[in-house]
Every structure is written in C-alpha cells, then in structure tokens.
C-alpha cells in the first residue's frame, strides 16, 4: 500500500483547509474585498514555512525516506500562465474554491461541489481538446 | 485538546500545516504539492478521446488521486466530525457589501445558499457561479500548469518566478470578477 501514505497526507490536508475556512466562498470574498487578514495570513505565512522547508532540503541535501535524491521541476513558462492564470481567478471568485477546496466541499457534504467539480473537469477537458489552438 | 480542534483554526496555525505539506510530499515521495493535476488525470483515466494532451501514463500519477480523495475525506472528517460554526465568521464590511450588492441574506454555512444550493440551477446564478465558475477553474489552472497549491504554495515555496506571474494572475482575475463583473451581473 505505497499510497496509502498520500491518503493520509491528503486526509491531513483536507482537514487543515475544512479547519482553517479556506474553502468556504465568504472567506474568498473577504479576501477579493481586502476585509481580512486571514487568507492573506494563510497563504503567505504556508508559502513562508514551505520556502524554509526546501531551502533545508536543499543544503543539507536531503533524501526521501527511501533513500532518493529529492527532485524538484522548474516551473516552465508559457502565455498560458498569466492568461489561463486569470481565467482560474474569475472562476475562483465565483466558486469560491480552487481545486483542493473543492474535493474538500464535496468532503463536507456540499452538493454543489459535485456540480463545480464536473464543470472543472470539463474545463480541464475543454483545455486538452483546444490546447494546439492556444497561444 | 478537542476543544481547539472543533473551533475554526487561526491563520498562524492552520498557513504553517499547509506549508509543511511541500516537506511532507518531497520527502515521503518526492512528490510536489499539487492539486490541478488530479483533474487532468481523471479526463486521462475516463474520457482520453484520443487527445495527445491526455495520452500519458496517469497511472504513475496515482498517488495524487490517493491525494485528492484523502482531502475528500478529510472535507469530512474536518466538517462533520470536527464541528463547525453555524456561520463562518467574516467581517461585517464583507457582509454588508454582500447583501447590499449580491442581495445574499443567508450568510450561514460554507457557502451562500442563495447562490450555490442545487435549484439555482434553474435560474441564471446557478448556471454562472457553479458550471461556468468551475470550467474556468478546470480551463484555467491547467493552461497556466497549476493553482493555489501548485503555483502559489509549491512553485513560491521554491522561488519560481513563473509562479509569481501565476499567482498575479489569479489575483487579477479574483479582483476582475468581484469588483467589476459582480456589480455588472447584479445590477
């Protein structure tokens, strides 16, 4: 069961984003109005302790637990990143959610989030059909 | 202990759990903190259609999908078990702001019932705020190759500029959409 510990991880992650209200559309308002300092708070203080993390990793060189060298991909650039990167904010300001809140939605028992989640999967669907079309 | 747990937690605990999530992946199986790509794999897994960008082995992603209905569960567990406050405790700018232009008047649960309960769909709102919402979520994380956790958590965390122009983008789509598509929508 070498997945077993993602299930674990992705159950962990999924309480902290249900426990932190970060997938709920109010908090995501608040946020887009500049209302609070919570959402700001969370993301810059997760990007903080995560950019610590991989700097530790990094010099003293540190292996998974299996023994490999951690691999870490450059992100490539494309002119999808900023126009498909707006398009993902329009939608995140109407649902509320990005990906991981949305599986977390569904989690709680929101029904809606079955339906944006089939609406994200047509999109991601949309996206593969017309990719050569794209800039 | 409990206690604590069943209150909504604070930033300053809950943004430094998430950031121990890119550690956590890397060094149990050098995996990066992504949650996007799990809807590229279902397309790839259920409807591949002969498309080029869905022909992969998704199968050697699987540990994502293990992911994704970890967070799933966890949805549950953090909800239900968990307990929650019968409203999420906003500010009272952005409760004012809402119902004087969105018209929302129940301000209880995760989300406005008003908006996203299933028989909006029979009007104009529903249709918006779910189908076309959650389509430009799917469309758009997967042509700028991430999301918040992708791009925002995982590609800052490792100083990737692409990253920083991702994350400028969702905000400038964010911002589009609720200071100037909302007044249009609900005039």
Known sequence: MKNLKYLVLGTLFGIILTKSEVISWFRIQEMFRFQAFHMYGVIGSAVAVGLVSIQLIKRRHLKTISGEEIHLAD????????????????????????????????????????????????????????????? | MLDFLRQPWPWYVAGPLIGLM???????????????S????ICAACVPAGLPFLRYNW?????????????????????????????VAISAATVRDLRAQLHLTDFSGLLPRELFALGSLAHWQGWVFLVLGGFLVGFGTRYAGGCTSGHAISGLSNLQWVSLVAVVGFFA???????????????
């Open chain 1, 75 to 135: 992100k490539q650039f494309s002119p999808g990143v900023w126009i498909g990167g707006v398009l993902f904010g329009l939608g995140w300001a109407l649902t509320g959610a990005c990906p991981g809140p949305i599986f977390a939605q569904l989690g709680s028992g929101v029904p809606a989030a079955a339906v944006v989640l089939l609406a994200a999967l047509a999109g991601t669907w949309a996206y593969s059909a017309l990719r050569e079309r794209l800039p």
């Open chain 2, 22 to 36: 890119v550690p956590a992946l890397l060094l149990v199986g050098n995996k990066a903190l992504g949650i996007s």
């Open chain 2, 38 to 41: 799990s809807l590229r794999h």
């Open chain 2, 59 to 87: 199968r050697a992603e699987r540990w994502n999908l293990w992911f994704v209905a970890g967070i799933t569960l966890g949805g549950f567990v953090g909800y239900r078990l968990l307990g929650h406050p019968d409203h």
């Open chain 2, 173 to 187: 789509g964010g911002l589009l959409m609720t200071w100037f598509i909302f007044p249009l929508l609900f005039r």
